[in-house]
């Protein structure tokens, strides 16, 4: 078993400045009620992910807080532990007994992402009953701060909040003055000793990088068969935007793991920050370094965000190295489409996939169990707090994915969310 450390892959999120602006383009934010249909049924069995033992060992880096949450201890509970009844999607609670609560999705930049969530929250939305808009920063992040407060003065009494992390304390701060209930997205809201300010949903940042690392390690015979790499003829690059903390964390994770397992090996910058979040800014990070480079016989390749993966994938065609490539992902959300239309190449191969229903639930139910006054944020998931710690720390259940095993893992969330309920 892999250790694992409980801290959020954040994906990066930029914003902009207006007054509150959803899916349309209006001026204020919608307080049009979303339709709402109860399903039949609730209560899951616990499906919680595995995970390792504590690493109490590991020493934490320059970014790391005295409570271990950003680079240190690993906290992660095995056992993994069961479902409580606040905050979760349990058959305890009548979510159609009340008038609908109004939840809003603030975030800071639309993205593949933000469509994403967006659609599991209006899903979650007719399944715990309450009205849903979302609302785009455009960009700016005084306009992030702007919408909060339109969209409290109208009457939304949850929000999710998934600003840019460089205004996270303040997001934080100012939806505590409001009185709202709300929960972070991906952004992770901390103090300025990096302590959590809530509740919140993590991917894991040393977990996703040894989760990549340690596939490609794996199981690149599979892809190239029965040969034995070197560290001075193979390459390497985490693609990233090293300005963000969180995914500097998942770089330099990913760059010290794979220097452990091949001494030598040929690691290569792979910092984004100049051309964006695009495919094309993967392209052009990897295709510069690769041409540039002719000697390494073959290549790793993991990335922060799914579209660079796509971008480097492109690169390897481009440049006729495709079978020397291998490509695993963090997000397989436009891997799993090219799966299923049998339009895989020879490199990107693989991603680590979570549900967006999985990462979902405990936003949405963890608001309603505030609004209803069943939890406050301190007593939230307490089977998921390190010790000493006041706010929990939930590890969502992820995956790597390849075309040989997508199917079992969407076979397996649909039963999550529509057959693993009492009374269905």
């Known amino acids: ?77 095995d056992p993994p532990p069961p479902h409580g009844d606040a905050g979760w999607y349990t058959d305890d609670v009548d979510w159609f007994a009340r008038d609908p609560y109004k939840i809003a999705f603030l975030y800071g930049q639309a993205f593949a992402l ?43 009494q949850g929000m999710i909040l998934q600003p840019d992390a460089t205004i996270g304390m303040r997001v934080a701060e100012m939806a505590n003055e409001l ?37 490609l390690i794996d199981n690149y015979k ?25 995914l500097k964390v998942v770089y330099d994770y990913s760059n010290s793991g794979i220097e452990e397992a091949y001494p030598g090996v040929n690691v290569f910058e792979g910092d984004c920050i100049n051309f964006g979040i695009s495919a094309d800014a993967g392209y052009q990070v990897v295709s510069a370094t690769m041409a540039a480079h002719p000697e390494i016989e073959h290549w790793f390749i993991t990335s922060a965000l799914e579209d660079y993966a796509q971008g480097a994938a492109q690169a390897a065609v481009s440049l006729n190295v495709e079978d020397k490539v291998l490509i695993c992902s963090n997000g397989a959300n436009i891997l799993i489409p ?10 990107w191969v693989a991603g680590i996939y979570y549900a967006q229903d999985i990462f979902c639930e405990p936003l949405v139910c963890g608001i309603i169990a505030m609004l209803d006054g069943r939890a406050t944020p301190e007593s939230l998931y307490p089977e998921w707090k390190a010790p000493g710690a006041k706010y929990a720390n939930i590890l969502c259940d992820t995956r790597v994915i390849t075309k040989d095993t997508y199917q079992e893992y969407l076979d397996y969330i649909d039963n999550y969310i529509n057959g693993n309920f009492k009374n269905q």
Not at 21 to 46: F, L, R
Not at 61 to 73: C, D, H, L, R, V
């Open 179 to 215: 009185g709202v209930a709300w929960m972070p997205g991906v952004t992770p809201m901390m103090d300025e000793d990096g302590n959590l300010m809530q509740p919140m949903v993590t991917l894991g940042t040393k977990y996703q990088a040894d989760l990549a690392n340690n596939w």
């Open 114 to 156: 933000t469509d994403m969530e967006g659609e599991s929250f209006e899903a979650w939305s007719k399944r715990v009953n309450f009205e849903y808009a979302e609302f785009d920063g455009n960009q700016d992040n005084e306009l992030f701060l702007n919408n909060m407060e339109v969209c409290a003065s109208q009457g939304w």
């Open 222 to 246: 599979t892809y190239w068969g029965d040969i034995e790499l070197e560290g001075p003829t193979l390459g390497y690059m985490c693609l990233t935007i090293a300005s963000n903390p969180i």
């Open 338 to 347: 090219m799966f299923e239309q049998n339009a895989v190449g020879n490199s």
């Open 1 to 77: 078993m892999k250790k694992i450390l409980a801290i959020s892959l954040a994906l990066v999120v930029m914003f902009s400045l207006f007054a509150c602006s959803g899916k349309t383009t209006s001026d204020q934010p919608s307080t049009a009620p979303t339709e709402s249909t109860a399903p039949e049924s609730t209560a899951p069995e616990s499906t919680a992910p595995e995970s390792a033992a504590p690493d109490e060992s590991a020493a934490p880096t320059e970014e790391a807080s005295s409570n271990g949450y950003w680079s240190g201890p690993d906290w992660i509970i």
